[in-house]
C-alpha cells in the first residue's frame, strides 16, 4: 500500500506553471480526488494532508524546501510516521519521456534529477516508487536548467494534465496494495477507435417502387 504521496517541485507562484513543478501538480489533482487539503507544516518542510480511507491513513505532500532539498521533507515525515520507502510514490517531472507519456517504477538511479538525487540520500534507500511524467528534453543539455523552469506551452500541459488524470485512475489499487495493476492501469494506452466497417453491396431498388 502506497502511504505517503509525494509531489517535487518548487515553492512560490514565479514557479507554479513550469515544468519542474509536475509533481505537485499531481499531488494538487489527488487532494481534489481524496477530498483533503493541504496545509502548512513545519515539522515536515511542506504542505501535508492527510486523507483517512478505508485502507487507512495516507499523507500527500509538497515539499516547501525548493527541489534539491526535497529528502528533508520527505524523510522527516516517512520516518515519523514510520513510511518504509517501498510505501512511498514520488511524482517528478521527467526529461526522458515526452509530454503525454506517463510511466510507473519503482527503484533505480536519479538520472541527475535533483529532487530525487536528495530523497535517495535523505533516506537512504533507492526502493521508493516513482510517478514519471514526461516533459520532454530541449535536446541539449546546457538548456535543460532553463527549460525545467519555464511554462510549457497549452498542448504540453494538457498532454501531462492527461497523465495526471490517468494515474489517479490508479488510486485504489495504490491504496489496495495491487502495484501490478496499478502499473497496468498507469501505462494503459487510449483505445484507438475502430476503423469503419466497408459498406455492404447496394440493394437493388424494385422499378415499381
Known amino acids: ?108 538511479g536519479h538520472a541527475g534529477h535533483n529532487g530525487l538525487r536528495d530523497i535517495h540520500a535523505q533516506l537512504g534507500d533507492p526502493g521508493y516508487w516513482r510517478l514519471r511524467l514526461g516533459i520532454g528534453h530541449p535536446g541539449v543539455k546546457a538548456e535543460v536548467a532553463a527549460y525545467v523552469l519555464r511554462k510549457p506551452p497549452a498542448a504540453e500541459r494538457e498532454a501531462i494534465d492527461k497523465c495526471i488524470q490517468q494515474a489517479l485512475d490508479a488510486t485504489p489499487c495504490f491504496l489496495q496494495g495491487d502495484m501490478a495493476q496499478a502499473i497496468a492501469r498507469v501505462h494503459a494506452q487510449p483505445q484507438r477507435p475502430k476503423p469503419p466497417r466497408p459498406a455492404g453491396p447496394a440493394t437493388p431498388q424494385d422499378p415499381a417502387t
Open 1 to 108: 500500500m502506497i502511504r505517503l504521496y509525494v509531489g517535487l517541485g518548487n515553492p512560490g507562484p514565479q514557479y507554479e506553471d513550469t515544468r519542474h513543478n509536475a509533481g505537485f501538480w499531481y499531488v494538487d489533482a489527488l487532494a481534489r480526488q481524496l477530498g483533503v487539503t493541504l496545509q502548512p507544516d513545519r515539522a515536515y518542510h511542506g504542505l501535508v494532508a492527510r486523507a483517512n480511507t478505508p485502507q487507512g491513513p495516507v499523507w500527500l505532500l509538497q515539499p516547501q524546501t525548493f527541489m534539491n532539498l526535497s529528502g528533508k521533507s520527505v524523510s522527516a515525515l516517512a520516518r515519523f510516521f514510520k513510511v518504509n520507502p517501498a510505501e512511498v510514490l514520488v511524482a517528478h517531472d521527467e526529461l526522458d519521456l515526452l509530454p503525454g507519456q506517463v510511466k510507473l517504477k519503482q527503484g533505480g
